[in-house]
C-alpha cells in the first residue's frame, strides 16, 4: 500500500520548508510514497470606509491557491516524487484536518503567511496538531 503524507501550501517561506522536508521523509520510505499538497482558500471578511471592495477577493484566492501549488508541484517535479493536488475553501485548519482522514501523515509549517492571518485563523497549525487522527511533523 503506498503511503500518503499531506502537506499544506499556503505560499508562504514555512510551507516551502514543509514541502522539502516531505521531499526527505519520501526518500527514506521503501516505496516512494504520495505527496499530497493541499491549498485551502480562506474568505477573509473584508470591511471598507465606502462600503465597498475595490476588486474580487475570489479572483485574488483562486490566483494566490495556484500560484502556491505551482511552486509545491515545481519542487516535488525536481524530486521525481509522485503528488496531487487538492484545492479547498473553509477553514485551514478544518479541511487539513478532514483531508488528514485519507493520509498516513501531515507535514506542515509552523508559521504560515503572517501575523495578521495568524490573529484572524488562529495558530492553524497547533489547531492540525491537537485534531489530527494521524502523525504531524511542524517544520520552522
Same mark, same amino acid.
Given at each position: 500500500?503506498t503511503q500518503?503524507? +499531506?502537506?499544506? =501550501?499556503?505560499?508562504?517561506?514555512g510551507?516551502?520548508?514543509?514541502?522539502?522536508?516531505a521531499?526527505?521523509?519520501a526518500?527514506?520510505?521503501?516505496?516512494t510514497?504520495e $505527496? =499530497?499538497? +493541499?491549498?485551502?482558500?480562506?474568505s477573509? @471578511?473584508?470591511?471598507t !470606509?465606502m462600503?465597498?471592495?475595490? *476588486?474580487? $477577493?475570489?479572483?485574488?484566492?483562486?490566483?494566490?491557491?495556484?500560484e502556491?501549488?505551482?511552486?509545491?508541484?515545481? $519542487?516535488l517535479?525536481?524530486?521525481?516524487? @509522485?503528488?496531487?493536488?487538492?484545492?479547498r !475553501?473553509?477553514? %485551514?485548519a478544518?479541511?487539513?484536518?478532514?483531508?488528514?482522514?485519507?493520509?498516513?501523515?501531515?507535514v506542515?509549517? !509552523?508559521r504560515? +503567511?503572517? %501575523? *495578521?492571518r495568524?490573529?484572524?485563523?488562529?495558530s492553524?497549525?497547533?489547531?492540525? +496538531?491537537?485534531?489530527?487522527?494521524v502523525?504531524?511533523? $511542524?517544520v520552522?
Open positions: 500500500m500518503r503524507i +499531506l502537506v499544506p =501550501v499556503d505560499g508562504s517561506e510551507a516551502l520548508h514543509a514541502i522539502n522536508e521531499v526527505q521523509l526518500k527514506q520510505f521503501q516505496t510514497p $505527496i =499530497v499538497l +493541499l491549498h485551502v482558500k480562506h477573509y @471578511p473584508l470591511v !470606509s462600503g465597498a471592495v475595490p *476588486f474580487n $477577493i475570489d479572483e485574488v484566492l483562486e490566483e494566490e491557491s495556484k502556491a501549488l505551482k511552486r509545491a508541484r515545481t $519542487i517535479q525536481e524530486a521525481d516524487i @509522485p503528488h496531487q493536488t487538492e484545492s !475553501s473553509g477553514d %485551514p478544518t479541511e487539513i484536518c478532514e483531508l488528514a482522514k485519507e493520509v498516513d501523515m501531515v506542515m509549517g !509552523s504560515g +503567511l503572517g %501575523p *495578521f495568524e490573529v484572524v485563523l488562529g492553524v497549525s497547533s489547531k492540525v +496538531l491537537h485534531h489530527s487522527k502523525p504531524v511533523t $511542524i520552522k
